[in-house]
């Protein structure tokens, strides 16, 4: 059974920290970039950060977390991390871990197929 299992959500008070983490198991296809997508009340889901798995892995961040949230991964447990620190309020959403082939809009247009799994998600609610 495929499946993306999260854990670290909470309440924190604003300019707090949390730690996400995201362990994939099952997963029948190579994957090749995990990530983490988050979706406040009202509003649609957006990239937070995401790490490719190959050599150094190269890293994505959404402008609004640059310098305060690190992403990382360890390859042979599946597992990627999201570090946040100095939390905001607007960082309330529920967080969604994301695994995928990392095939591009090129190689779908080439025959290759994307393929990719969510987490349930986890709730992360930043309030004094």
């Known amino acids: 059974q495929v499946q993306l299992v999260e854990s670290g959500g909470g309440l924190v008070q604003p300019g707090g920290s949390l730690r996400l983490s995201c362990a994939a198991s099952g997963v029948t296809f190579s994957i090749n970039v995990m990530g983490w997508y988050r979706q406040a009340p009202g509003k649609q889901r957006e990239l937070v950060a995401t790490v490719t798995s190959g050599g150094i892995g190269i890293i994505n961040y959404a402008d609004s977390v640059k310098g305060r949230f690190t992403i990382s991964r360890d390859n042979a447990k599946n597992t990627v991390y999201l570090q946040m620190n100095s939390l905001k309020p607007e960082d309330t959403a529920v967080y969604y871990c994301?695994?995928?082939?990392?095939?591009?809009?090129?190689?779908?247009?080439?025959?290759?197929?994307?393929?990719?799994?969510w987490g349930q998600g986890t709730l992360v609610t930043v309030s004094p």
């Open positions: 994301n695994a995928n082939n990392g095939k591009s809009a090129y190689d779908i247009a080439r025959g290759h197929r994307y393929l990719e799994v």
